[in-house]
């Protein structure tokens, strides 16, 4: 079983910046990728950011260039450093991991932390 616990969400003002982090307890096994989501209510849960056990990165476009992924796998701690941020950011992220164990994938989510941008 993996419990995840997020910190660091916050109100900014636009242009500012914001650092989550979700730690992870459990073993996460031999692969995985821990990912960052948002959701706005009325809208669908989307991915703003992954990164692989080997540290292969990946982001979505309206966030790629303003928010770093990263991971202390030494901690099993994942990172979110969010730059120049927008009001159009205003969402709750949520920490996930999928974790491969017996050829497939077991899903884990943070509890979800606040993120208000103002204009």
């Known amino acids: 079983q993996v419990q995840l616990v997020e910190s660091g969400g916050g109100l900014v003002q636009a242009g500012g910046s914001l650092r989550l982090s979700c730690a992870a307890s459990?073993?996460?096994?031999?692969?995985?990728?821990m990912a960052w989501y948002r959701h706005v209510p009325g809208n669908q849960r989307d991915l703003v950011a992954s990164?692989?056990?080997?540290?292969?990165?990946n982001y979505a476009d309206s966030v790629r260039g303003r928010f770093t992924i990263s991971r202390d796998n030494a901690k099993n701690t994942m990172y979110l450093e969010m730059n120049s941020l927008k009001p159009e950011d205003t969402a709750i992220y949520y920490c996930?991991?999928?974790?491969?164990?017996?050829?497939?994938?077991?899903?884990?989510w943070g509890q979800g932390s606040q993120v208000t941008v103002s204009s």
């Open positions: 996930n991991v999928k974790v491969l164990a017996n050829l497939r994938f077991l899903d884990y």
């Open positions: 990164i692989t056990s080997r540290d292969v990165e």
């Open positions: 459990g073993s996460l096994g031999s692969w995985n990728v």
